[in-house]
């Protein structure tokens, strides 16, 4: 698939994935997972990955977090290795879960990723915000000196959302942050990271299972099939930003949302996949699609 | 959720790959308050319910039930027990014997402890980077685990002479499995997802070690400190009873007196020692709370 096709200037790639293959082991069995994921996500943007549970978009994220090495392929973050990005402090890495420190306060969560690994901390005042200005951003100014446990689960999410933001790295991959929380708080949230992500600006891939979401937030919707997980389509989403509350009540968000699902359902069509791949897919169509 | 958080740490059987280790991760607390919790409601409606007479009065009667039973055999049978005023006026008359007796064996409690928590926790952290090493020690340990530690005591006293290094070694000994195992699982039990995060961040493995493992572990270490220090306790009481000598100790202090048949301050003896069991779990207890103050508050017992 070609990346998005309108332009607007030569943006150098931020994120390329190449071919990138990968497997498990499963006793005796080996489980193709991603089979050659060709993507790539310009500086700047932010791009959703969609596709059913189990079809890998976990696993990919992993990869282009380096978190996995891939069988096959290659991945660059701004021209150099995952890892290497790591180093320079240049990835944000927003897991499922908040994987907050319980024992820590919410500003000293925030503040972790500017204590360890200090040498690629930028000096404060360049670059890195202070920890408490993205607090107040996304509303937890007040409950900075609160613990984990005595947050909402929603508010967990914030903070973590906060913590990746607060030391300014240049590209963000989020594993469905959002699925764990209940639908209210999940629309909030995406509103909140729509306006976070309006003034910082960063080169996002997000990965999500909800067809609302993925249209919602982003520039392009990659769409993955079933396993062994590929690149099936990728749909741009060209409405305008900023995004409001209303933007989701429009036609042309319904129009998307229905282009989105349909290539979902033509990826998990079991001819599509690797003989075996049928009976995995028509299962879990069902919990690509029960969204929204 | 909370009786599993509560058994988990705690019990230190032989689980030597812990692989069973996030299901009972006391951090790992996932509940999905829908609303900001306030500020430790359980806090003080709890130390409230400590005070009302329904917490503390059936433990009243029981003990009160307890001791006249015991009068009553003391007073028909003052072969079998002594009264307790005989007990209490032991006690009395020669406080310094048993203060003096009681510093020994807290002494040897203290050395024993702590060398052993050093080398369990220093292994287990060993334990937890290199797996050759996991391999090696473990099953050494469980044969130590399952080893009668008494019977070590008459060979190292032959070995180290009526001194109080057997001691320390028996002491070190009976509680070095539940340090060991109990280390291992809680450095474990950090949240996998937060490693991650670390690890998009490059943090080095020691930045790994400090800032998240160790204090992951700390629930697991204070569930063992809980069960290691009425252990500890045991160990040295049984080591000074197979080498009662000048060195002193409660359990040389009962070796003695029950060669001259002295119930009363055997009894005596008996007494501290169970006051100074109830004195080292409390103490735990107390820092554990200070701690750990950053668990969800959990129903106080």
Same mark, same amino acid.
């Given at each position: ?15 390329? /994935? ?29 791009? *959703? ?11 990919? /994220? ?13 991945? *660059? ?34 503040? /972790? ?7 690629? *901390? ?171 | ?33 829908? =609303? ?50 005989? &007990? ?14 009681? =510093? ?71 509680? $070095? ?28 493995? $020691? ?25 500890? &306790?045991?160990?040295?009481? &049984? ?63």
């Amino acid at each position: 698939m070609p990346p998005s096709p309108e332009k607007d200037g030569p943006a150098p790639a931020g994120l390329v /994935l190449e071919g990138v293959t990968k497997s498990f082991r499963d006793g005796a069995r080996l489980i193709s997972a991603l089979a050659g994921v060709r993507l790539s996500v310009e500086r700047g943007r932010f791009v *959703t990955v969609i596709g059913p549970s189990g079809c890998g978009k976990s696993t990919l /994220l992993r990869i282009a977090a380096g978190l996995l090495e891939p069988d096959a392929g290659e991945v *660059t973050i701004f021209g150099e290795s995952p890892r290497r990005a790591c180093a320079s402090k240049r990835v944000g890495f927003v897991p499922q879960s908040p994987a907050l420190l319980p024992w820590r306060t919410v500003l000293d969560n925030v503040r /972790l990723p500017l204590q360890v690994n200090r040498r690629a *901390t930028p000096p404060s005042g360049l670059g890195a915000r202070e920890p408490e200005e993205i607090l107040e951003a996304v509303g937890l100014g007040s409950v900075k000196h609160l613990r984990p446990a005595q947050l909402s689960g929603g508010m967990r999410q914030r903070v973590a959302i906060a913590r990746a933001f607060a030391f300014d790295p240049e590209i963000l991959l989020m594993d469905e942050p959002f699925s764990s929380l209940d639908e209210l708080t999940r629309e909030v949230l995406r509103h909140e990271l729509l306006s976070l992500w309006q003034v910082h600006r960063k080169t996002v891939l997000f990965v999500t299972h909800s067809v609302t979401e993925a249209v919602l937030l982003s520039d392009a919707v990659a769409v993955m099939t079933a396993r062994p997980g590929r690149i099936a389509a990728l749909v741009p989403v060209g409405l305008p930003r900023p995004r409001g509350d209303l933007v989701e009540l429009t036609d042309e968000f319904r129009a998307l949302e229905r282009q989105v699902r349909l290539e979902l359902r033509d990826g998990s069509r079991p001819a599509l996949g690797a003989p075996g791949s049928g009976r995995l897919a028509t299962g879990e169509e069902a919990g690509g699609g029960a969204d929204g | 959720m909370q009786t599993a958080e509560r058994a988990g740490p705690g019990s230190d059987g032989p689980r030597p790959t812990a692989g069973g280790g996030p299901d009972l991760a006391p951090g790992a607390g996932r509940a999905r308050g829908t =609303l900001l919790a306030g500020r430790r409601p359980g806090r003080s409606s709890g130390r409230w319910r400590a005070l009302s007479p329904s917490s503390w009065l059936p433990a009243l009667v029981a003990l009160g039930a307890l001791s006249l039973a015991w009068q009553l055999v003391a007073v028909h049978n003052p072969t079998v027990l002594p009264t307790d005023t005989a &007990v209490l006026s032991e006690l009395w008359h020669s406080p310094g014997l048993f203060w003096h007796d009681t =510093l020994v064996t807290l002494q040897e409690v203290a050395v024993g402890l702590t060398s052993s928590f050093a080398l369990a926790f220093g292994l287990a952290v060993a334990m937890s980077y290199l797996k050759v090493i996991e391999r090696a020690v473990m099953p050494l340990a469980v044969v130590l685990n399952v080893t009668p530690v008494v019977a070590l005591a008459p060979g190292l006293v032959v070995a180290f002479g009526f001194d109080l290094v057997p001691r320390y070694i028996v002491t070190a000994v009976i509680v $070095f499995f539940p340090f060991l195992v109990n280390s291992l699982v809680g450095l474990r039990s950090a949240d996998p997802e937060a490693l991650e995060v670390l690890r998009t961040l490059h943090a080095s493995q $020691f930045e790994t070690l400090v800032r998240l493992r160790l204090p992951s572990s700390l629930p697991y270490l204070f569930a063992a400190a809980r069960v290691c220090l009425p252990l500890s &306790v045991v160990g040295a009481v &049984v080591a000074e009873m197979s080498s009662s000598g000048d060195a002193g100790g409660l359990g040389s202090l009962i070796e003695t007196a029950s060669a001259y048949s002295d119930l009363a301050r055997i009894y005596a003896a008996i007494l501290v020692l169970a006051a100074l069991g109830l004195a080292l779990t409390l103490a735990v207890v107390v820092l554990e709370r200070r701690a750990l103050s950053w668990r969800a508050p959990a129903s106080g017992s």
